[in-house]
């Protein structure tokens, strides 16, 4: 096999998986606030107008709705959209479209109608920006039955993952770690790592305490890995990587090893992706557990002002306080 | 005050856009208007040097905004350069009990409701999402999901309607609504919605829109292809194209719109057509997509400059005047500075405190563990 790498930024390898399935199949469009143009806020379409046209790479009217709703009647028509969507507080105008029609769709229609959706959502804080631009609303499309949720949490994956997003044929919400968006690595652009797009996975093998996480907590909870070796313990961490459906086999099997398990996301605790893990990890490795499943998430208030966002987020002493939680028992 | 019979009007036909209202030429000329100098024929000279004086002092909040920006005291910043006089001319217009719901950009007229300029900081700066008291000066909090305020505004006033605050005659008590937006949130559905409640209910609401020209780095014709002022025919209620760098006009027009809201005539749609001359915000480069000779043709209508050279024209203020201004600017901006600094970060654990009017204990319970979590570092400090 030739390989063909390249170092690349997160949002740089976004754009190339964007430009490469643009190649492949010409039914796919991107359409978003300022995609073309400038490129996107995040510049993650960089380019893309130039190249593919403003049939292709459209510049649309400021409205969430109305993106998400003229993408079902072009995916009716064959089309494949790829959404943008500015940033992640900035949905919600387009939610009742995906909830009740995005979602419903095949479902509805006996699978005689398909959608094949991508909606892309930078998301996540630790940007120092002002309100609504910093938020992780992954859990409320987790929730709903017909949508499916991945999130990439390094450039080899953005950039292959989002290419397998785009050529499934069920409407997937891609979730994007803005906080790392600038966060580089090799990318063999042509060889497909080989692991599924709901596939999770061991990102570091340890023996003491399992670490759940994804997106932007990978690296956080890989740091604090390094950490706490100093302390002789071994976490071993799970990028999940595929939020719905989950893919819990590996940390099955990997809490079955260690007893103690510690779920990580930035979002709000309540009803979070933590809740679904610990719930599923208790019902499947009961007799496994030496400790009640840890979570460390953000707190459950509004995301809060930029200048205090540090202590609302887990950082890497909070996971190693959550590890401390689990060893505890 | 003076009007120019013999001037023409540069009412934007010259340029291929369509006719607005003009009062003020953009060299300073005051030309007559068929039917809105009766509006403002009461404005003295003082009240001319009055919103001069609103427009120095605002753009001097924002431009040292954008400087505290740089310096890394703000996080961010959205500018408002360029549309001084739309946001002065109509916020001017406003009565003490008016209501005014405003975009993230409405700085100038939160300066005339009187809102301290260092606490619209906060919310630039990260340590607040909007710390003045929205009663106080009738000026709700910044909004910035694009749209949203403009059902806030229509509700608000469909109360003031239910109140009988509006429609008995009685010029201090009856109240009208101001909603702000810009060209980009006319798509919104929730602006659209808007239209439509403030029409079928005949609700004291002006919907004020900035057409800016821009939305981040969308030119207007991605968003419409009729003058945004034409869309209010189609909802029921009246609307028109002003002048929004010409501080005059749009005086001119909110107080016709804001009286006709006031006597229970119901609402209006105001396009101040104007141009964003700044970046979208401190974080955005406009190089990227629009050309440096649009900004050269709107800096020829500076709304500031337009306004000094009447008043100069007219005899109204002499150099002194000018000085005294850019004096109190220079004081004003050193103060902003200074309070802006020393703005505190809110403590971590506030967070917990008005997330619910009753807070329930499961959310104490998490406050108590974040206290006991930052503690313990208190602790390891204090053992070291
Ligand atoms: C619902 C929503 N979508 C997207 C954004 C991101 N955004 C912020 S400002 C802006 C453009 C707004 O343009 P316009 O309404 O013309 O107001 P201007 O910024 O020009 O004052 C966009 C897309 C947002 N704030 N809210
Ligand atoms: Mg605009």
Redesign the interface.
């Known amino acids: 096999m030739t390989s063909n790498a390249s170092t690349l930024t997160l949002a740089k390898a976004l754009n190339a998986g964007l430009r490469r399935s643009m190649e492949n199949d010409p039914k796919v469009l991107m359409m978003g606030?300022?995609v073309?143009?400038?490129?996107g806020?995040f510049r993650v379409t960089d380019g893309l107008q130039k190249d593919f046209g403003e049939d292709r790479v459209i510049?649309?009217?400021?409205?969430e709705?109305?993106i998400i709703g003229t993408a079902v009647g072009l995916a009716l028509r064959g089309y494949r959209p790829v959404c943008e969507i500015q940033f992640d507080?900035?949905v919600?105008?387009g939610y009742d479209q995906l909830v009740t029609q995005v979602a419903k769709m095949h479902f509805r229609s006996g699978g005689r109608l398909r959608l094949p959706i991508v909606v892309r959502i930078p998301y996540g804080g630790g940007i120092?920006?002002?309100?609504?631009h910093s938020e992780s609303p992954e859990a409320y499309f987790a929730h709903t039955p017909g949508l499916k949720v991945v999130t990439c949490a390094n450039p080899i994956d953005a950039y292959w993952m989002l290419q397998d997003a785009i050529s499934a044929d069920d409407p997937i919400i891609f979730f994007e770690p803005k906080r790392r968006y600038y966060e580089k690595a090799e990318v063999d652009l042509d060889n497909h790592p080989g692991i599924g797009l709901h596939a999770s996975r061991v990102v570091r093998d340890g023996s003491d305490v399992t670490v759940a996480t994804y997106g932007p907590m990978v690296k956080t909870c890989l740091e604090a890995a390094v950490a706490a070796e100093d302390e002789e313990r071994s976490l071993e961490i799970i990028d999940l990587r595929t939020l719905s459906p989950l893919d819990l086999d590996p940390v099955y099997e990997s809490v079955r090893r260690t007893g103690r398990l510690v779920v990580v996301h930035e979002a709000q605790?309540t009803l979070g992706i933590g809740t679904e893990v610990a719930a599923r990890v208790t019902e499947e490795c009961f007799y496994s557990l030496e400790a009640p499943v840890v979570r460390v998430t953000g707190?459950?208030?509004?995301y809060?002002?930029?200048?205090?966002?540090d202590?609302?987020l887990p950082d890497l002493?909070?996971v190693l306080?959550g590890v401390d939680r689990a060893l505890a028992y | 005050m003076t009007v120019d019979t013999a001037a023409t009007s540069n009412r934007g036909a010259a340029d291929g856009e369509p006719e607005l209202v003009q009062l003020l030429t953009p060299e300073g000329q005051r030309i007559p208007h068929e039917r809105y100098d009766a509006l403002i024929d009461d404005i003295t000279a003082d009240e001319i040097r009055g919103f001069y004086r609103d427009l120095v002092l605002s753009r001097r909040i924002d431009s040292e905004a954008v400087s505290l920006q740089r310096q890394g005291e703000l996080?961010?910043w959205a500018s408002m350069l360029g549309q001084e006089a739309a946001q002065v001319g109509s916020s001017r217009a406003l009565r003490r009990q008016d209501h005014v719901f405003p975009t993230?950009r409405e700085h100038a007229v939160a300066w005339c409701r009187g809102v301290d300029p260092a606490q619209l900081l906060?919310?630039?700066?990260?340590?607040?999402?909007g710390s003045w008291d929205p009663a106080q000066n009738n000026f709700h909090l910044y909004t910035?999901?694009?749209g949203a305020q403009t059902l806030h505004a229509t509700g608000y006033a469909m109360g003031v309607q239910r109140d009988g605050a509006n429609g008995t005659g009685d010029p201090d008590r009856d109240a009208a609504v101001i909603a702000y937006f810009g060209d980009?949130?006319t798509?919104?559905?929730?602006v659209s919605e808007s239209f439509i409640w403030a029409s079928v209910n005949n609700a004291p609401v002006v919907f004020f829109c900035q057409n800016n020209q821009w939305?981040?780095?969308?030119p207007l014709e991605?968003?419409t292809r009729v003058p945004l002022y034409r869309r209010a025919h189609g909802f029921g209620f009246p609307g028109l194209r002003v002048d929004g760098n010409d501080v005059l006009a749009c005086l001119a027009v909110t107080r016709e719109a804001l009286q006709r809201a006031r006597d229970g005539e119901g609402p209006s749609l105001i396009e101040a057509f104007t141009y964003r001359m700044g970046a979208h915000t401190t974080?955005?480069d406009p190089t990227?997509?629009r050309l440096d000779t649009e900004l050269e043709h709107w800096r020829l209508k500076d709304p500031i400059e337009r306004v000094k050279a009447y008043m100069i024209r007219s005899e109204m203020a002499d150099q002194a005047f000018f000085e005294q201004i850019e004096a109190e600017a220079d004081d004003m901006a050193e103060r902003l500075r200074r309070e802006c600094r020393a703005l505190p970060?809110?403590?971590?654990d506030?967070?917990?405190d008005q997330?619910y009017v009753d807070t329930p204990p499961?959310?104490l319970a998490?406050r108590d563990e974040?206290v006991r979590?930052?503690d313990?570092?208190a602790d390891e400090e204090a053992s070291r």
């Open positions: 606030e300022d073309g143009k400038l490129g806020v510049d649309t009217p400021l409205a709705s109305g507080g900035f919600f105008p120092g920006a002002v309100e609504h605790r707190y459950d208030t509004p809060p002002p930029a200048r205090i966002e202590d609302y002493d909070r306080d | 996080g961010l993230y906060g919310l630039f700066r990260g340590v607040d999402q910035i999901v694009i980009g949130a798509s919104q559905g929730d939305a981040i780095s969308e991605r968003q974080t955005d990227r997509y970060d809110p403590a971590p506030s967070i917990f997330v499961t959310l998490q974040m979590y930052l313990s570092f």
